[in-house]
């Protein structure tokens, strides 16, 4: 059969509706009986591949998703940028940002909770990796708190891409990662809670 | 006129009523009529005193902002302290987190930017002020970028309370002012574009 020829542009396709339909319609929204009326495939056909709602929609973020692929150049300051450029990247059109938007806003919803922990699961794990590779290069301090140092830093550019609906332009990638690493390299370490 | 002599008290509920109906159905879904009607006071009574819807909601977010003293306590670390914490504590109820989710919500509305323009012209200000003592002090280099500084701070801060809904805690406050200010007194000074 042709179809099962195709079988990775199907589930492309498949992905690529669920994202954009996710930023359209949010995760309540979102129906997966039209994603498999506007991909030309059977509902079973989806369901075979993704047995729930939950797996479509995190599957097809986690496809659109900077930090698919995260960066390991050998260099922390290089690294951090990468992740930068491709959230930048991923919210240069209107349909990336309609996705992120739609990340921010469903937040509230607790039916999108489950999904959204193992989102973010996956993402601090691309940002700690980041921070390990440099504490093992001695390029930050063996106590660095990476998982703070990450959010100090990523929260910076999704607010200014999400909430304020700027652009991340290079120079303040460039500026936010400079400031990052000087205070990660400088701080002094905190007692650790109870000690 | 009772009304008369009561008119510090009538501003102040007026103000109230404005911002938790901010709070609840966001800029657009506000009514003049009926924040009169709850509050007790003619429409006229309102418009006299804030010509435009703007005028008021303006009002009303500096009446219950944080910002609306910045701190001055002859320490950068504490004053920014202090700031988060105005944050966390504006933050902390119901009402104070459904008006910062309000604002976030809001942005995307044409008719909500002049205002917040204002908003933030006054929160920028206060940020800016802190970074400018601190230089004058010699707590930070004079070519310190106090913009990218605060909005690196309160970006952190922002999203935790609004986007993320977790409450910040005062370990929180401490390691973010912390790793902020080692990098603000240590980054290398970037090239001024064009230069």
Redesign the interface.
């Known amino acids: 059969m042709r179809l099962q020829g195709r079988s990775a542009e199907i589930v492309e396709l498949v992905l690529e509706n669920t994202a954009e339909e996710f930023g359209r319609s949010g995760y309540a929204g979102l129906r997966v009986d039209e994603i498999a009326a506007r991909s030309g495939v059977n509902k079973t056909t989806i369901y075979r591949r993704w047995p729930t709602k939950d797996d479509l929609v995190l599957a097809a973020l986690h496809w659109i998703s900077p930090y698919k692929h995260p960066p390991n150049t050998g260099s922390m300051r290089e690294d951090l940028l990468a992740m930068l450029r491709g959230m930048a990247e991923a919210a240069s059109t209107p349909k990336g940002l309609a996705i992120y938007?739609a990340i921010?806003?469903e937040?509230?919803q607790p039916a999108f909770e489950p999904l959204l922990a193992r989102l973010k699961v996956e993402l601090l794990a691309s940002r700690q990796a980041i921070f390990d590779r440099a504490m093992e290069r001695g390029e930050l301090p063996s106590w660095t708190?990476g998982a703070?140092?990450g959010?100090?830093?990523f929260?910076?550019a999704?607010?200014?891409i999400v909430?304020?609906?700027q652009k991340l332009d290079e120079?303040?990638m460039?500026?936010?990662v400079?400031?990052?690493?000087?205070?990660?390299?400088?701080?002094?370490p905190?007692p650790k809670?109870g000690a």
């Open positions: 938007r921010q806003i937040r509230a708190d703070l140092v959010e100090v830093c929260a910076a999704f607010l200014r909430t304020v609906g120079s303040f460039q500026a936010l400079d400031l990052i690493i000087a205070g990660a390299k400088n701080v002094t905190r809670d």
